[in-house]
């Protein structure tokens, strides 16, 4: 299984920058989809995640950051806006299926610059 994440990169306080994950046909129409991220010496959090008519996002996040889903071409996505220094991490696409799997992608850095 394959999870293609992309958009990480180097940005000041305050900007903004998109992520993006694809999989494959299958994975993607069965699986709760989300993005995940782990700073420097913290555990894995989960930043957000989409199903087929909801999203969910963590407290920090939620009113900056900005799930979507495209069925019509297997991706998602992670709009990230007024980012904040402590949204430093590496940031993990996953799709799960409750009793089936827990897939991840390869991560993308996202650097936020105080």
């Known amino acids: 299984v394959q999870l293609q994440a992309s958009g990480g990169g180097l940005v000041q306080a305050g900007g903004s920058l998109r992520l993006s994950c694809s999989a494959s046909e299958y994975i993607f129409r069965l699986s709760l989809m989300g993005w995940y991220r782990q700073a420097p010496g913290k555990q894995r959090e989960l930043v957000a995640n989409?199903?087929?008519?909801?999203?969910n996002y963590a407290d920090s996040v939620k009113g900056r950051f900005t799930i979507a889903r495209d069925n019509a071409k297997n991706t998602i996505s992670l709009q990230m806006n007024s980012l904040k220094a402590e949204d430093t991490a590496v940031y993990y696409c996953?799709?799960?299926?409750?009793?089936?799997?827990?897939?991840w992608g390869q991560g993308t850095e996202v650097t936020v610059s105080s």
């Open positions: 996953n799709a799960f299926r409750y009793r089936d799997y827990d897939y």
């Open positions: 989409i199903g087929t008519g909801s999203t």
